[in-house]
């Protein structure tokens, strides 16, 4: 079974958390930054089961001040962009001291809040915390079971990055553990977004809908990180930027006419994704 439109992953970390990395481990492939930080790259896994095929979605963000994005992530305009979540991975690198393991905690509690907020307690979103390797030694040490505790409270599982095999219940460890419970998680999103006979065009399809996800969160990062300019000349620069993306979008759609049904959705899928490179 295909899944057409699935729910979405969102990758979080600290800026030296080595998102990319685990990316990289679990899918094949991860985005390459174009700056000094990851935060706003997109990917897509192509994630195949016995039970089901999906194409899922990951967005990259970075989580550089814990306080400013819970703010951002618990407002009312938010909740688009969580709700269409299906799943969380979010890295830290070991901890070297207990201010470290503090700083974990935060994070995860913040997650836990955007979640709560939402969708209400206890969202059907499949959370995983991955502890990544650390360069400074020694680090901090903790138990597996110290860590399945404390990542449990704020509900996400624990795995270790560096871990390989299975454990002595003979399940799944390390990134193996991480795709088996993505793999667990219920893609579907219960909308319809696809490109039919009955659908009003392209602002209907799965594409137009997952430009319109995106350029809601990239917006929320802008704000995030100050890259909304202040003022009279930012706001002119934003409606400038906006009416290009309109006008680009627009030209999609009709680029798309008269085409076959099959053909219209890959190319819009395409131009789409080669779009939202560009913001």
């Not at 969380?88 to 905690?105: A, G, H, L, N, S």
């Not at 969160?217 to 003022?231: Q, R, T």
């Not at 959705?265 to 080669?274: E, I, L, P, Q, Y």
Request: hydrophobic residues 40%; aromatic residues 8%.
């Amino acid at each position: 079974m295909e899944i057409k439109n699935p729910r979405r992953i969102l990758a979080v970390g600290a800026p030296d958390s080595s998102v990319l990395h685990l990316l990289k481990e679990l899918t094949g492939s991860a985005p390459e930054p174009t700056s000094d930080t990851t935060a706003g790259l997109t990917h897509d896994w192509l994630l195949e089961t016995k039970y089901y095929t999906a194409t899922l979605p990951i967005w990259v963000d970075e989580i550089s001040n814990i306080t400013e994005w819970r703010t951002e992530f618990t407002k009312p305009e938010a909740r688009e962009v969580v709700t269409v979540l299906g799943a969380w991975i979010y890295c830290f690198k070991k901890p070297v001291e207990q201010k470290d393991v503090d700083t974990i905690k935060e994070t995860m509690r913040a997650v836990a809040d955007a979640i709560e907020r939402a969708c209400g307690f206890g969202g059907d979103m499949v959370c995983v915390a991955v502890a990544m390797p650390q360069s400074i030694t020694p680090y901090l040490e903790k138990t597996v079971e110290e860590w399945d505790d404390t990542c449990m409270d704020y509900g996400f599982e624990y795995v270790d990055f560096e871990a390989k095999g299975k454990n002595e219940f003979g399940e799944a460890i390390g990134v193996q553990r991480v795709r088996e419970a993505l793999e667990a998680c219920d893609w579907e999103s219960g909308a319809d977004l696809d490109f039919g006979e009955d659908d009003e065009g392209f602002e209907g399809s799965f594409a137009a809908e997952e430009a319109e996800m995106n350029m809601e969160l990239f917006g929320m990062k802008g704000a995030l990180h100050g890259e909304d300019a202040e003022g009279k000349e930012g706001e002119d620069l934003e409606v400038e930027e906006l009416e290009i993306m309109m006008r680009k979008m627009v030209a999609i759609k009709e680029m798309g006419e008269g085409m076959e049904e099959a053909e219209r959705k890959r190319f819009a899928a395409k131009a789409v994704n080669d779009l939202l490179k560009d913001l």
